[in-house]
């Protein structure tokens, strides 16, 4: 019989999947009506706007902890929480709408001089009030194993956000505004979606205990809210910071590279939001067989995926960008591509990462501090001599510090969790990268250095496929 997990996994990575084919259709379309100076004001609302997303509390920690006081027929108790947590949100929004909003129209005067930027601001803070609660309720119903009825509102909405903003862009000129609006429209309809379909599920109560809320908030959720600020803080701190140093067309490009990597890491959400209850149980159960099983697995076939998307790169990759994004983008895909493999060498750290999360969040936030703190020491003196590449060469250099580093603590857990044959694959990983990063850096001889190359990943495929198929068995039946 195939596995929850598996079913849930097969329902987000629908949705998701989906997402990044409308990311893909539209930003075809912005960059060639709004262009990189379009994209210029998406970065300077949306980098501000992010790093409020990042500051915000998140109860997914909470909520995950708790889902076992839901199945464990305890539901009046779980209610409570369930309504103090959402209570507190509905809050916080009544507090920094205004804040925020004076925020914005400092920075459109005082700061950026462009009174222009103030509607864009407004649409872009009732998105995030909206989104804050739209979040926390798709939290509860992961956390309770449930993706199939996010996936009836989400899908809609995104459905909805495509079709208004692009009948707004091309039939209405209403230009960048068209995007936000768009995005408004879609976080509006996926709320009431989301309401109607978990009012199934659970009671919204107007309750909210001060003491309940100050209990989970010491053990659970200032942790949480820590890995939360750290989480994107590098991609849109960094980005934030840029707005300062780089000019508009720089802006831009760092602009659409960015959003275009956030939509492929999204990719890998359904595996991570999936993970949490199910480390959440083995751990309270005490299943280190278990736990050492999964992470195995998991990033054995992470690693084999991540070749594969370093092979693509290398071999079509060029052309394909060059014809998606057209001449406005010419010369960036070397950029493109650091950042690209910094998110890859991340994402192999899946299960690891999502295992710390649910485990001793505290080490994970230590771990990240570190890191962010190196790469903010370091970005303004980079940025101002080498400019976007600066950005992006370093951007690549922490997460490559950041491998050893992960799994040494995994080590110091569980001892020796990944393989020989896993570790092997990830030197071909790296090799690859390398290789693709020489040739498009350098404009070396594609077929003298490629060659080798592709015999190279070949042959560590073959040498591991009942492997590869046996984990993939695992995954769908035993989790």
Do not use: C
């Amino acid at each position: 019989m195939v596995g929850r997990f598996f079913k849930n996994i097969t329902y987000m990575s629908f949705g998701t999947f989906f997402q990044f084919f409308i990311a893909f259709l539209s930003t075809a379309i912005y960059i060639r009506v709004i262009g990189t100076s379009g994209y210029a004001i998406l970065g300077i609302v949306f980098s501000l706007i992010n790093i409020f997303i990042q500051l915000d509390m998140p109860f997914k920690l909470t909520l995950v902890k708790h889902n076992l006081d839901y199945y464990g027929k305890q539901k009046d108790k779980f209610e409570l929480m369930f309504s103090t947590l959402y209570s507190s949100i509905l809050i916080s929004n009544l507090i920094i709408l205004p804040l925020l909003f004076l925020l914005s129209i400092f920075l459109s005067i005082i700061v950026y001089k462009d009174s222009s930027l103030i509607p864009f601001y407004s649409i872009a803070i009732l998105v995030l009030i909206m989104n804050r609660v739209n979040i926390f309720l798709k939290h509860f119903l992961r956390a309770n194993r449930n993706e199939i009825i996010i996936q009836k509102s989400y899908i809609p909405a995104i459905t909805l956000e495509f079709l208004s903003s692009v009948t707004l862009l091309l039939v209405f000129n209403l230009g960048v505004m068209s995007i936000f609006i768009g995005a408004l429209l879609r976080n509006l309809l996926e709320y009431f979606l989301l309401r109607y379909y978990s009012g199934g599920l659970i009671k919204h109560r107007a309750y909210f205990s001060l003491e309940l809320f100050a209990n989970t908030f010491r053990k659970h959720i200032f942790h949480n809210h820590i890995q939360n600020i750290l989480y994107d803080l590098m991609l849109y701190g960094g980005l934030f910071v840029s707005t300062f140093y780089l000019n508009v067309t720089s802006l831009g490009i760092l602009t659409i590279i960015i959003s275009i990597l956030r939509k492929f890491r999204e990719l890998f959400f359904p595996l991570s939001i999936h993970l949490w209850p199910i480390f959440s149980y083995a751990i309270l159960k005490k299943m280190h067989g278990k736990i050492k099983e999964i992470i195995k697995n998991i990033t054995f076939l992470l690693i084999v995926f991540n070749i594969i998307i370093a092979l693509f790169l290398l071999l079509i990759g060029k052309p394909l960008y060059s014809l998606y994004f057209g001449s406005k983008m010419n010369g960036t895909y070397f950029l493109f591509l650091l950042m690209m493999f910094g998110i890859l060498l991340n994402t192999s750290l899946n299960a690891v990462r999502n295992y710390f999360f649910v485990l001793d969040i505290k080490l994970l936030n230590k771990i990240n501090i570190v890191l962010i703190t190196i790469f903010f020491i370091a970005l303004i003196p980079i940025i101002k001599a080498l400019g976007i590449l600066g950005m992006a060469l370093e951007f690549f250099a922490i997460n490559i510090i950041k491998l050893p580093i992960m799994y040494f603590f995994l080590y110091e857990k569980h001892g020796k969790v990944i393989d020989n044959d896993t570790f092997m694959l990830f030197i071909i990983l790296i090799v690859s990268m390398a290789v693709t990063l020489l040739i498009h850096g350098n404009n070396l001889s594609f077929v003298l250095i490629i060659l080798p190359s592709i015999l190279i990943l070949l042959l560590g495929f073959l040498l591991n496929i009942k492997k590869i198929i046996k984990m993939i068995k695992f995954i769908v039946f035993e989790i």
